[in-house]
């Protein structure tokens, strides 16, 4: 059976761009058809200046959305990463595998870096060594599929590289896994700058969709939506990137194409009235559902205690192997 990994960092309140890339395709597609680990990677949420306890309650409100957004603990593994030790041991192997070179390429880390800097902050070692743990993550379970938005693909990229590397210097240790990304809406931007994608880590919330913002903030935040020059609603992701995000979003929402659903807009107002109403809708059952378990505190606690069991049992013995091949002592 098909083994898939994703996962989501707690760096802020979970954004409709991690629902759709992400969450959504988790819950409806992924967890259905394949052997399926889910993680709240908390430990990638060190790598930029943090405050403990916020980490905490983003990890915990990250959980319950995503048995909120409809992962059953029945069919998948929901864990935390720091539940389970396999993921830093692993990624100490993998940093003698990897060079520096090909960690300082990697745009998040220039992006964040710089950032940090702008900010007067120093750049966490940790920041550029994360995608190596996240390679960790993927490579300690024989991952063959890795669902996630656009902006992940360069780490896949690494993760496969790191794969092959170790394999042809050790003896065959890890599957060489893929990405994998949504039809539509793999990357979505952010509605006041249609130019850069919608992260949950901004500062400015203003053009960023939260999965537990009221009805009324999201219709505000999509009609108030940076637009385009011209009146024609068009499919244009490099001429009228506002209206793309719109369009992109809005087929999500509603299982239509991009470009087909231009064609029946006459103003920019009309969309961007369909496409507020189509993302409350869809987001109304999962802020229904996180209310609920939010007060349920007791079954997030066992869903997690026993993911932790199972996704321990799965990456202990690929881990260890890799120990082996790499030349450390047997235990
Ligand atoms: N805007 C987006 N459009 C589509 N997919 C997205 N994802 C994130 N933002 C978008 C996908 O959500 C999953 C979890 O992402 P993550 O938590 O690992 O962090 P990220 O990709 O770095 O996302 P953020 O929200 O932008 O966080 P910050 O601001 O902290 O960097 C991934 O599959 C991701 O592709």
């Known amino acids: 059976m098909t083994r898939i990994f994703s996962g989501i960092k707690p760096t802020g309140h979970l954004t409709l761009g991690n629902y759709l890339g992400a969450l959504r395709r988790w819950a409806e597609v992924d967890q259905y058809r394949a052997d399926a680990l889910f993680s709240v990677v908390d430990l990638h949420a060190l790598t930029v200046e943090h ?32 539940h389970v030790d ?10 003698c595998t990897a060079t520096d070179g090909e960690l300082r390429r990697m745009i998040q880390f220039k992006e964040k870096g710089a950032h940090a800097r702008a900010a007067g902050q120093s750049v966490r070692l940790s920041l550029l060594t994360y995608p190596v743990l996240m390679a960790a993550d993927i490579l300690a379970y024989g991952t063959d599929e890795v669902p996630v938005g656009e902006d992940q693909t360069q780490h896949v990229e690494l993760t496969r590289d790191l794969a092959v590397r170790f394999n042809q210097r050790y003896g065959h240790t890890f599957t060489v896994p893929k990405a994998t990304h949504p039809p539509v809406a793999a990357r979505v931007m952010d509605l006041q700058d249609p130019t850069s994608k919608m992260g949950k880590s901004h500062e400015s919330g203003a053009g960023i969709v939260y999965l537990l913002d009221d009805a009324d903030v999201v219709r505000k935040k999509i009609m108030r939506a940076v637009t385009d020059s011209g009146l024609q609603v068009e499919y244009d992701r490099e001429g009228k990137p506002g209206i793309a995000n719109l369009l992109e979003v809005l087929a999500a929402c509603s299982g239509g194409n991009p470009s087909e659903l231009a064609g029946a807009y006459e103003s920019y107002g009309a969309l961007k009235k369909d496409t507020a109403e189509a993302v409350v809708e869809l987001l109304r059952p999962v802020r229904e559902r996180h209310a ?3 007060s349920d505190s007791g079954h997030v606690e066992e869903v997690l205690r026993k993911g932790a069991e199972r996704a321990r049992g799965m990456a202990r013995p690929r881990v260890d192997a890799a120990y082996r091949a790499i030349g450390l002592l047997p235990r």
């Open 86 to 95: 396999e993921h830093v041991r692993l990624s100490y192997l993998l940093e």
């Open 51 to 82: 405050d403990p306890a916020r980490v905490r309650r983003l990890s915990r409100q990250a959980v319950t959305l995503m048995l909120a957004a409809g992962l059953d603990p029945e069919l998948c593994t929901v864990f935390v990463q720091s």
């Open 292 to 294: 609920r378990l939010a």
